[in-house]
């Protein structure tokens, strides 16, 4: 066993690692690198959108926001998924092309985009040296190139949806909403 001091903590490191989040982590298996935590970042907002919801949509994309280039990470999701951590499909049709972009050696951007009731809404867009200066393994410029990405995943620590809320239309088709999510992508050395 392995013990490594991180912010006046000592972790058991076994086979996974989630330093930057200064958690315990470790499991079993055989053979191969570790998983190690990427990147991870956080974003908060708060909007409104001309529908009626009571659930969101978060898509992770490789920068490009619609349709075919965006992976849902948290699809339609409502307050109760609160605290819940929930992985992205590795099936999705965009899920490939986004780990592609995450590792394919050029600096790029990444985006997250909040739907209220699946349509229209809000996004965050980050340059990848940003995104993947923020895990395990340090810096990774200009993104994960060299690593094969093993998960990503979203926590949801906060979410807010209110209809019709401020209600600007005076038609009762609005929703006002506030989150707080982290956002990680974990992967393995490729050999």
Avoid: K
Wanted: hydrophobic share 40%; charged share 15%.
């Amino acid at each position: 066993m392995i013990r490594i001091a991180f912010r006046a903590a000592v972790l058991s490191i076994l086979s996974t690692a989630f330093l930057a989040t200064a958690a315990c982590g470790g499991g079993g298996g055989s053979g191969g690198s570790p998983e190690v935590m990427l990147a991870q970042f956080n974003n908060t907002s708060a909007g409104g959108t001309a529908i009626a919801a009571n659930f969101v949509d978060f898509r992770l994309s490789g920068g490009l926001f619609g349709g075919s280039h965006e992976t849902p990470i948290a699809p339609f999701v409502g307050t109760s998924a609160v605290g819940h951590v929930l992985t992205a499909s590795p099936t999705h049709p965009a899920y490939d092309d986004l780990v592609a972009t995450l590792t394919d050696g050029e600096a790029g951007q990444v985006g997250l985009r909040i739907r209220p009731g699946g349509m229209g809404g809000a996004g965050y867009v980050a340059n990848e040296d940003h995104f993947f200066g923020t895990g395990d393994v340090g810096t990774l410029m200009p993104d994960a190139a060299g690593y094969a990405i093993t998960r990503i995943e979203i926590e949801i620590n906060q979410l807010t949806l209110v209809s019709p809320g401020n209600d600007p239309n005076g038609d009762g088709q609005w929703t006002d909403y506030t989150y707080d999510v982290t956002v990680r992508v974990f992967g393995q050395a490729a050999n």
